[in-house]
């Protein structure tokens, strides 16, 4: 389960140009970390969250 504070990968370590996730209510929420508040937020439901990871997965 995400936390309802946003996150981004560890893996990113220092990096500012990275996507960070949060849940809320009952999407995910994604934004662009670079962007902080100011960026754009997409929600996804479950269902097309879980694809998406399918997807990244594969490339």
């Known amino acids: 389960?995400?936390?309802?504070e946003w996150k981004k990968s560890t893996r990113s370590a220092a990096q500012t140009d990275c996507v960070e996730l949060r849940q809320h209510a009952d999407t995910i929420q994604?934004?662009?970390s670079k962007l902080g508040d100011a960026s754009?937020?997409?929600?996804?439901d479950?269902?097309?969250?879980?694809?998406?990871?399918?997807?990244?997965?594969r490339h």
């Open 1 to 4: 389960m995400l936390s309802r």
């Open 30 to 32: 994604v934004r662009d």
């Open 40 to 44: 754009p937020i997409l929600d996804l």
């Open 46 to 57: 479950t269902a097309t969250y879980t694809a998406l990871l399918a997807e990244l997965k």
